[in-house]
């Protein structure tokens, strides 16, 4: 009795210790499924943020319309830069290929914000744009009211929420949520020309906050576009100059998908940029594919050096056991029993590291998401998901086969152990 239990208290610390050394010397491929699980949950969250956005999503009938001469919305003008004229949309309007064409427009003035909050006010100037009330149809709370009256209703990016809040927590105020500052009367001051010169106006308006939004990515100011136009046409009424009043961008559906291409060439005869669907979707890919591409690089390189590591550290275990797989071999074990016990040992392994890795990946990943959206306010826009326990098998396969293959050659040394010079010891 005494004897089998030694025999078993053995064989369980004989084994004990092998695995022990084994899981430290693969210890290796957990930083490695870690990194495939993060970045599988961002390059998912930063798709679902790009795909979500109102004005990239287009569908299969949809176009975005653009100046010739620039390659992406500017709601800043910068110099050089051209837009699109009030007649050139109209005529994009009455092409009859086309259906449900809104527009976005900017003007050149300079806008001052000004708010006075806790007894304090504030003024900055900011960028606008104009935007028709079609574009946000449906995307924005009260969107109906979103048009030309008094007074001028505004629509704030919801990033400025945070940053005010900021600035509030420093000064030891409280902070407000975006139902608080919704109807939050403001002034607006549009001004062009240099101060002080006779060429210098301002025209005076009082606003207010009609609600808060992330589906325009712009630093800036949303107002009515026919607001910004009657602003304009006031200025040029009372000066004689003009205010720089375009529009920057444009979307309009096709009414047969089929005369995409001919559309587009009346539209690029008009000295116009156009981007469909399919151009949005092969450049996403494009980019998608710069980016896999250089997270495979990186996991090529993680995966070189620990397979480098676990190599070196199962050379190491086939020299300690030596006289172990030794005694097998003249027990009449077979080199293809002792090199495939090897490698399932080996992959066993890397199967316990790839469920620790992925567990590990999700927690940094929810740990992550709240400190950087605490840190960066921006970010909360961009909501960094776990993923499921959908890919817990493509992890546990990925550090499974890492393993085994690393221990393969390992393996067959411990197969051809010189029993001769094994035996001799």
């Known amino acids: 009795?005494?004897?089998?239990?030694?025999?078993?208290?053995?064989?369980i610390k004989d084994n004990l210790t092998n695995i022990?050394?084994?899981?430290?010397?693969?210890?290796?491929?957990?930083?490695?499924?870690?990194?495939?699980?993060v970045y599988l949950a961002v390059r998912?969250?930063?798709?679902?943020?790009?795909?979500?956005s109102l004005l990239d999503k287009l569908a299969s009938d949809e176009i975005k319309i653009l100046p010739g001469n620039v390659k992406t919305v500017e709601f800043v003008k910068k110099p050089g830069s051209k837009g699109m004229s009030y007649q050139t949309i109209n005529q994009i309007k009455k092409m009859p290929e086309l259906t449900a064409v809104t527009a976005i427009s900017r003007a050149s003035f300079n806008v001052r914000f000004k708010a006075e909050l806790l007894g304090r006010s504030k003024a900055m100037y900011v960028p606008v744009c104009g935007i028709e009330r079609e574009l946000i149809k449906g995307k924005v709370p009260g969107w109906k009211n979103f048009y030309n009256r008094k007074p001028v209703p505004v629509i704030i990016p919801r990033f400025s929420v945070d940053i005010m809040n900021n600035y509030l927590a420093m000064e030891d105020l409280p902070s407000f949520a975006e139902k608080d500052l919704t109807g939050f009367p403001v002034e607006l001051r549009f001004a062009s020309g240099k101060k002080n010169s006779p060429q210098y106006k301002e025209i005076d308006y009082n606003a207010i906050v009609h609600s808060f939004t992330d589906i325009i990515n712009f630093p800036g100011l949303i107002l009515p576009a026919d607001?910004?136009?009657?602003?304009?046409e006031q200025f040029r009424r009372e000066t004689g100059r003009s205010a720089g009043f375009e529009y920057i961008v444009a979307y309009a559906k096709i009414k047969d998908t089929g005369n995409l291409p001919s559309v587009v060439n009346i539209l690029k005869k008009m000295g116009l940029r156009v981007e469909s669907q399919k151009d949005i979707t092969e450049k996403a890919e494009k980019t998608l594919r710069l980016i896999d591409g250089m997270f495979y690089a990186i996991m090529g390189v993680f995966f070189f050096v620990s397979a480098i590591s676990i190599f070196n550290s199962y050379l190491t275990i086939v020299y300690i056991r030596s006289q172990k797989f030794s005694l097998k071999r003249v027990l009449g074990f077979s080199k293809l029993s002792i090199l495939l016990s090897f490698v399932f040992e080996a992959a066993f392994i890397g199967a316990m590291y790839g469920v620790a890795g992925y567990f590990c990946g999700n927690y940094l990943i929810s740990y992550a998401g709240e400190i950087l959206a605490k840190w960066v306010p921006v970010l909360?826009?961009?909501?960094?998901?776990?993923?499921?326990?959908?890919?817990?098998?493509?992890?546990?396969?990925?550090?499974?086969?890492?393993?085994?293959?690393?221990?393969f050659v390992p393996a067959i040394f411990a197969s051809n152990i010189n029993l001769f010079r094994a035996v001799r010891k």
């Not at 009795?1 to 064989?11: E, Q």
Request: charged share 10%; glycine share 6%; aromatic share 14%.
């Open 380 to 407: 909360k826009s961009i909501t960094i998901q776990a993923r499921g326990t959908d890919i817990l098998l493509m992890c546990v396969g990925l550090s499974s086969a890492v393993s085994a293959a690393s221990a």
């Open 44 to 52: 998912d969250s930063v798709t679902i943020y790009i795909s979500g």
């Open 20 to 37: 022990l050394r084994s899981f430290i010397s693969s210890f290796g491929i957990l930083f490695l499924v870690i990194f495939f699980v």
């Open 227 to 232: 607001f910004l136009m009657e602003v304009s």
């Open 1 to 11: 009795m005494n004897s089998a239990l030694y025999k078993i208290f053995f064989i």
